[in-house]
């Protein structure tokens, strides 16, 4: 589960409530420890009203289903902010081919980082192309600097990879965050998760067991594609989010679509 700052509890709360509910617990996995990740939303939120509830989470699980993923101002990412422009939710994915078979990496990213002054695309200045123009309003604590912020980033692949290898592609997703200006800046919070949807029988309580992992000399084409994902899941978060206006006026401007092509043409990256 992704939430902001102050929510991590009740949410943590909420899903162990949820499986109550739907009697999960009954089945093999007994122990159950929800993994809820945050990145702080208050300078739009009123974070300390507490307004996401059970019920929310709730939601959220009962509704859970393949497909698309809405992107920009929807879910956690509803409040966040993101390298000078309005940030959220967002996602990439890539197929790749090693020898006969085809694997995908798919990816989440929860965007509310980073300084306007790094802002890049495709190698392109956008953030300081763009530097007068739709910046924040809001009044910071003494503390803020810019690059303040965080985010959370959910990988998910269908090769088959160990543990060691996951951390190996969680490790490569930073790559991803710095391509488009992401620094991790003293007041940046990253947090970055990678599992496989491999192996399904692989857990067991009472036999010996057998897996199938791909050969570390193959795995190059699955750290190029996490770079690329994370890369574009960042850029699309906030190519959907738009305009919000939160707490005590305070306001961060969806990403100019226009005036971004306009930047990436004058660097002959588009036509």
């Known amino acids: 589960m992704i939430t902001n700052t102050n929510s991590v509890g009740a949410v943590r709360d909420a899903v162990l409530k949820w499986y109550v509910k739907n009697k999960w617990y009954k089945e093999d996995f007994w122990y159950t420890y929800p993994v809820v990740a945050e990145t702080y939303d ?18 959220a699980l009962d509704s859970a ?13 509803t409040g966040m902010m993101c390298l000078g422009f309005k940030g959220g939710t967002g996602t990439a994915s890539r197929v790749i081919k090693i020898k006969d078979s085809t694997y995908t990496i798919g990816v989440l990213v929860q965007s509310n980082f980073g300084s306007k002054n790094n802002f890049t695309i495709a190698g392109v200045p956008v953030g300081r192309e763009l530097k ?19 985010i959370i980033v959910v990988l998910a692949t ?3 990879l160990l543990p060691h290898q996951l951390k190996r592609m969680a490790a490569r997703i930073a790559l991803g965050v710095g391509k488009v200006g992401g620094r991790g800046e003293n007041g940046s919070g990253d947090i970055f998760i990678a599992f496989s949807t491999a192996n399904p029988t692989a857990f067991q309580r009472e036999d010996f067991t057998k897996v199938d992992a791909l050969p570390n000399d193959m795995i190059n084409p ?3 594609g996490t770079v690329q994902a994370v890369e ?4 699309n978060a906030m190519v959907a989010a738009e305009t919000m206006e939160g707490i005590n006026g305070n306001k961060a ?6 005036l971004v092509i306009d930047v990436l043409k004058k660097y002959n990256r588009v036509k």
Do not use: C, R
């Not at 920009?72 to 990412?77: E, K, L, P, S």
């Not at 574009?232 to 850029?235: G, L, R, S, T």
């Open 158 to 160: 269908d090769a088959p």
């Open 232 to 235: 574009e899941a960042i850029i």
């Open 222 to 224: 699955l750290f190029n």
């Open 253 to 258: 401007y969806g990403l100019p679509h226009k």
């Open 42 to 59: 208050g300078f739009l939120n009123d974070i300390y009203g507490f307004h996401v509830k059970e019920e929310n989470a709730w939601e």
């Open 132 to 150: 007068d123009t739709m910046n924040y309003e809001f009044k910071a604590p003494p503390s803020y600097q810019p690059g303040d912020g965080s």
């Open 65 to 77: 289903k393949s497909g698309l993923v809405k992107e920009g101002n929807v879910g956690g990412g």
